[in-house]
């Protein structure tokens, strides 16, 4: 037992580095990997060498399954575009249950097989410390054959030696694994994947556009106002540190032409309530508009409406006022010149982030230059900095000022 030994895989790597995970404070989900020579005492032929190298992978985290194990082998093989896959069970001393990997040779007309896998056994991993219930992954993969394949190479032997075919490998460069036949043939799929990568991201806008009860653009290639029928109830989760004060002046201009039932109520999660809380004497039954306010821990704002969620209290400020432009409740956004709408997106979008920094250097910068944030008339942009002002506890004469006329203004529509 004290004699060196040439290992024939390298899951020793893969327990040594799992010991190391568990004697943390706390498990944090690990995904390891490894790329190393092995030997084996094996007769050479077409498929099989003395010497090769096996790709170790490792992913332990709680709640993961065989599934998860043959997705991450089907996923890694597809991208080297080897998709003809077949998992086969096996019996390994570590892992149970376990699987063979088998992929189909095109010039030896056979399946062969190019890796092993299979979800770590308990009684190897509770020694080593990991947390009860942690599960573990493991594979090991052939580098030599899956080239074989994805090459189209019939004898494992022409990857190494004197015998090796130089032009191959020159015709072959080892960073274009992934590539296609031709330069334009790859510039086409990347124009693929953009389009595709478009293509969702404008069906997710047109879903957002449809709970927000967008239908068309208008004159001034705007979104089209909201209309009774879009009025719902509405719920707003937030945390108690961050307290939306634009829904309460959204509220006040609310109430003047709608029916509005709105209640504020706390989460289990947090362990007291905002400082602003939201109610109306309106009756749920009779109300237009209902407007709940869950103080929760929750990381952004978020309005669940129509079984859809509207993150960021920018988005939320949106959605109210389009209800309110439906009514003529004071010209708040999309109802105004484009020009003083791209202004005030402009400015929803440099807020977004919430931070003391941009909103203490932002707004102020605004105000030296004009009455209100986009011009002349409050707007949105003035809710949501008015909110924002009074969440970060950003307050100097000019801003108080400002907020002083945002109330009286918004009071007056």
Not at 215 to 220: G, I, K
Not at 281 to 307: F, G
Not at 367 to 388: E, H, M
């Amino acid at each position: 037992a004290q004699k060196n030994l040439l290992r024939t895989h390298t899951t020793a790597v893969s327990a040594r580095m799992l010991y190391e995970c568990a004697q943390k404070d706390k498990f944090v989900p690990q995904k390891l990997f490894s790329i190393d020579r092995v030997f084996r005492n094996e007769t050479l032929d077409a498929t099989h060498l003395a010497e090769f190298h096996q790709i170790e992978g490792v992913v332990a985290d709680y709640g993961i399954t065989l599934g998860h194990c043959i997705g991450v082998i089907n996923t890694f093989f597809t991208k080297l575009g080897i998709e003809k896959l077949r998992f086969k069970p096996a019996y390994n001393p570590y892992t149970e249950p376990s699987m063979e990997i088998f992929s189909y040779h095109e010039g030896l007309g056979k399946w062969v097989e190019i890796g092993n896998s299979g979800m770590f056994r308990p009684e190897m991993l509770l020694p080593m410390g990991l947390p009860e219930g942690v599960n573990c992954i493991g594979f090991g993969l052939s580098l030599e054959r899956p080239t074989m394949i994805k090459y189209k190479i019939d004898n494992i032997r022409d990857l190494v030696g004197h015998k090796v075919n130089l032009e191959m490998v020159k015709r072959n460069p080892i960073c274009r694994i992934d590539k296609s036949g031709t330069g334009e043939e790859r510039r086409l799929q990347v124009l693929n994947r953009r389009w595709a990568n478009i293509e969702s991201k404008l069906s997710c806008i047109q879903k957002q556009m449809e709970v927000m009860g967008i239908s068309s653009p208008n004159a001034h290639g705007m979104a089209s106002d909201a209309s009774d029928g879009n009025l719902m109830d509405v719920v707003i989760k937030v945390h108690p540190d961050k307290p939306p004060y634009s829904l309460q002046l959204l509220l006040n201009l609310l109430n003047k032409r709608f029916k509005v039932a709105a209640s504020t109520h706390t989460h289990s999660s947090v362990k007291s309530a905002g400082s602003l809380v939201l109610s109306s004497d309106e009756s749920r039954i009779t109300a237009d508009v209902k407007i709940t306010l869950i103080y929760s821990n929750v990381t952004r704002p978020t309005m669940i409406v129509k079984n859809a969620q509207i993150q960021g209290e920018e988005n939320i400020v949106r959605y109210l006022a389009r209800i309110l432009d439906s009514r003529g409740g004071g010209n708040l956004y999309e109802s105004l010149d484009s020009k003083v709408v791209a202004q005030i997106d402009n400015i929803l979008d440099r807020l977004t982030d919430a931070s003391k920094h941009s909103v203490s250097t932002l707004i102020p910068g605004i105000l030296t230059k004009s009455k209100y944030l986009a011009g002349n008339r409050v707007t949105i942009a003035d809710i949501l900095a008015y909110s924002l002002c009074k969440q970060a506890a950003v307050s100097n004469s000019s801003i108080k000022d400002w907020s002083k006329r945002v109330e009286d203004a918004i009071a007056k529509m």
